[in-house]
Nanobody, 123 residues
């Protein structure tokens, strides 16, 4: 059964860190670029990071550049998103998605999405 499962979300204070994981089952992750997206209540879906299938290319939205780092460990079929210096505006549900085509911060190239993991940043 094909699955992408996000984990690692939670409730943190501003300035703290979280590491999200995106683990694949039912297919081999190393054939795909993986994107990270988020959606906050009442806001549009936002592409925040992606990593190519080999890990040689990474991209970040301006809103997270310098604070978030995407990486992958293909042997574990997992992609990670390390989120440092979290801010209240990072509060959202975070999703990962796979693409055969390319690493992109828009949703078009992605054909399968996980169910999301919530992140709440609050004092």
């Amino acid at each position: 059964q094909l699955q992408l499962v996000e984990s690692g979300g939670g409730l943190v204070r501003p300035g703290e860190s979280l590491r999200l994981s995106c683990t694949a089952s039912g297919f081999t992750l190393d054939a795909y670029a993986i994107g990270w997206f988020r959606q906050a209540p009442g806001k549009e879906h936002e592409g925040i990071s992606c990593i190519s299938s080999t890990g040689s290319t990474t991209k970040y939205a301006d809103s997270v550049k310098g604070r978030f780092t995407v990486s992958r460990h293909n042997a574990n079929n997992t992609v990670y998103l390390l989120m440092n210096n979290l801010k209240p505006e990072d509060t959202a549900t975070y999703y990962c998605a796979r693409s055969r085509i390319l690493c992109s911060l828009v949703g078009g190239p992605y054909d399968y999405w996980g169910q999301g993991t919530p992140v709440t940043v609050t004092v």
